[in-house]
């Protein structure tokens, strides 16, 4: 049987740092109170000129460098993103075009928020297994600083721009790649973290642009609670499934929200916080490019080894959630 292997991965930060201390001359927060609530101490922040596709380009061209191929090579690519450049056409058909990706490609995006990648993760290894393509390019960008409300101290302080992408194939290796995914959503919770304008429902106007309808919306406390509850399901689920305790896992990348629910997860699922790869200090929330970010620099930090077991968990806005298990 083939296996479908994580070839390469690759990242990209934009260049602008927006530290707490900076964030704290703008709205009624301190470097602090954003530190003990999250862990996050600074942000990147994506130039005028830098849009959702450029952050992807960049990171999806060290991806194919890490993996020895080039973008000629790919047959299907998929963007996870909240921030597309724009509503029509999908930001995959841009970065295809920026990329040199083949025509003959199958290009669309996915809208699963913060569980993007992952659900971009499981769409590829189905197609790939089908064998209808050989060689998958997932990315996940963000440019949530163009969706955050800067007035609001409660949210603009959590989020950050930045994308990672990976780029999948298969090989005749048995048990090794990606073992499993365990994805879900549960839309009853969907107003506990929206955009309340700007799609079919609510159209731009003037009044909704007044009222920041076009940028995220969120109660902390009840995200809170459904995340840990989430994502310790899914890891459960995906342990049991094959057969693991939780001191076989080697390293687990969650979502890079908050510390405090990373701390919690850890807790339940009874495993040491150093088992859990953490930057959202420098990067804070960037959707669903945290993972493949953090997974990128994971394994350049020399913390994912051939052979190791690694667990990948996260939830988002939908309430969409889930895990990967990837055995290198």
Not at 57 to 73: G, Q, Y
Not at 262 to 274: C, Q
């Given at each position: ?21 900076e ?22 922040i ?10 992807a ?17 790919i ?6 993103t909240?921030?597309?450049?724009l ?36 769409i590829?290894?189905g ?15 963000e440019k ?26 298969k ?13 879900g ?7 506990n973290?929206?955009?309340?304008a700007?799609g ?21 406390r ?19 499934q ?19 629910i ?13 088992k ?18 953090a ?6 930090a ?25 055995r290198?």
């Open positions: 049987m083939t296996s479908v292997i994580i070839a390469g991965v690759g990242s990209y930060s934009p260049a602008k740092v927006l530290t707490n201390e964030l704290s001359q703008k709205v009624d927060t301190t470097d602090e109170w954003i530190r003990t609530r999250s862990g996050i101490r600074e942000r990147r994506a130039a005028a000129d830098e849009a959702c596709s450029d952050l380009v960049k990171a999806a061209a060290a991806a194919l460098a890490d993996a020895k191929v080039t973008a000629a090579d047959d299907l690519l998929i963007v996870a909240c921030t597309p450049d509503p029509l056409p999908s930001t995959a058909c841009i970065v295809q075009h920026k990329l040199g990706v083949p025509a003959h490609a199958t290009c669309f995006d996915i809208a699963a928020a913060c569980s993007g990648f992952l659900y971009a993760l499981e590829a290894y197609q790939l297994q089908t064998n209808r393509y050989k060689r998958a390019l997932i990315i996940g960008s949530l600083s163009t969706i955050t409300d800067w007035t609001d101290r409660t949210t603009c302080v959590l989020f950050g721009d930045g994308a990672g992408a990976a780029v999948l194939n090989v005749n290796q048995p048990g090794i790649g990606i073992l499993g995914t365990d994805l959503a549960d839309g009853a919770f969907v107003d973290l929206y955009i309340p700007g079919s429902r609510t159209p731009a106007t003037p009044e909704t642009i007044a009222n920041h309808g076009h940028c995220i919306h969120m109660n902390g009840e995200v809170f609670k459904s995340a840990v509850r989430v994502m310790e399901t899914v890891a459960r689920e995906m342990m049991e094959h057969h693991l305790t939780p001191d076989q896992i080697s390293l687990v990348i969650p979502h890079q929200a908050n510390i405090r990373i701390e919690a997860l850890a807790g339940n699922l009874k495993m040491p916080l150093e859990f790869f953490v930057n959202l200090d420098r990067y804070g929330n960037t959707s669903s490019a945290t993972i493949p970010l997974l990128d620099e994971a394994r350049r020399g913390r994912i080894k051939p052979g190791d077991l690694t667990l990948l968990v996260a939830f988002g806005a939908g309430l969409t959630y889930g895990a990967t298990l990837v290198w």
